[in-house]
T-cell receptor, first 112, second 115 residues
Framework: GQQVMQIPQYQHVQEGEDFTTYCNSS?????IQWYKQRPGGHPVFLIQLVKSGEVKKQKRLTFQFGEAKKNSSLHITATQTTDVGTYFC????????????FGKGTRLSVIA | GAVVSQHPSRVICKSGTSVKIECRSLDFQATTMFWYRQFPKQSLMLMATSNEGSKATYEQGVEKDKFLINHASLTLSTLTVTSAHPEDSSFYIC???????????FGSGTQLSVL
């Protein structure tokens, strides 16, 4: 079945440093989504990328979707302590849009 | 955005008892809901797809007789963990697709601890 791989598993950064997490799918995706889960919380939708090569920005967060629609990245510029949490990428499990299969996530720790 | 309500948020029960978890879409109708399971510091694993008015679709390795899913209305899906055992202890999260069946909205999750 389809797999979504995500690296790194953990990332510790000093506040103000940049952070990037990468996501790769074994198959071409119709779209890719990113979620953030704070410690003790539930996943919260961040963004969806649909087009090949698409780049979207949300303040300090930059999301990219690869040309082949098989990989994606999330980059955070100048991390803050509020960025702490686990970032998951997710792609459609089968043809169509739902349900989603999630990557293992990247746990971000920010040291003040 | 859409709101999904899940309760209880935490359950502690004795081994052998059954536990029911409810998931409600508060401001939209969800013909399909999804149940995920998450172990500590792990990713979300899809357990089953709950379909309103029909049988749930279970993922490989998930026992349908162990995890009973009922989706009797467009706003409510329930997951019942029958005869719970300590290995069933986990974080269970429901979700529903909003709008054009795209992004998922998650409930707040239920932490199940079986003693």
């Amino acid at each position: 079945g389809q797999q979504v791989m995500q690296i790194p598993q953990y990332q510790h950064v000093q506040e103000g440093e940049d952070f990037t997490t990468y996501c790769n799918s074994s198959t071409t995706l119709s779209n890719i989504q990113w979620y953030k889960q704070r410690p003790g919380g539930h996943p919260v939708f961040l963004i969806q990328l649909v087009k090949s090569g698409e780049v979207k920005k949300q303040k300090r967060l930059t999301f990219q979707f690869g040309e082949a629609k098989k990989n994606s990245s999330l980059h955070i510029t100048a991390t803050q302590t509020t960025d702490v949490g686990t970032y998951f990428c997710a792609g459609p499990f089968k043809s169509g849009n739902t349900p989603l299969v999630f990557g293992k996530g990247t746990r971000l720790s920010v040291i003040a | 955005g859409a709101v999904v309500s899940q309760h209880p948020s935490r359950v502690i029960c004795k081994s052998g008892t059954s536990v029911k978890i409810e998931c409600r879409s508060l401001d939209f109708q969800a013909t399909t809901m999804f149940w995920y399971r998450q172990f500590p510091k792990q990713s979300l694993m899809l357990m089953a797809t709950s379909n309103e008015g029909s049988k749930a679709t279970y993922e490989q390795g998930v026992e349908k007789d162990k995890f009973l899913i009922n989706h009797a209305s467009l706003t409510l899906s329930t997951l019942t963990v029958t005869s719970a055992h300590p290995e069933d202890s986990s974080f269970y999260i429901c979700s529903a697709a909003g709008g054009n069946n795209e992004k998922l909205f998650f409930g707040s999750g239920t932490q199940l601890s079986v003693l």
